[in-house]
């Protein structure tokens, strides 16, 4: 059963809702049947985040390109 984000047109609150098959869904909260479903954005992790290089110290004057930067 997917899950989806609605707004309910009449009291204009936001939830997540579990939707099965052609069902309509309706508000939790005021019982209206006029939902809106609304664009999920996935979340998204960058290439590299968590790797201990992009945590160190940024790299001294020279770039990071010599041996005063450590793995330069």
């Known amino acids: 059963m997917p899950l989806y984000e609605f707004v309910c047109q009449d009291c204009r609150r936001e939830q997540e809702l579990l939707v099965r098959g052609e069902e309509l869904p309706e508000c939790e909260a005021c019982g209206g049947v ?5 664009l999920s954005v ?8 968590g790797s201990p290089a992009s945590q160190g110290p940024p790299p001294g004057p020279c770039g990071g390109s010599c041996s005063c930067f450590p793995g330069g």
């Open 42 to 49: 996935p979340a998204a992790h960058t290439a590299g985040s």
């Open 34 to 38: 006029r939902l809106t479903r609304l």
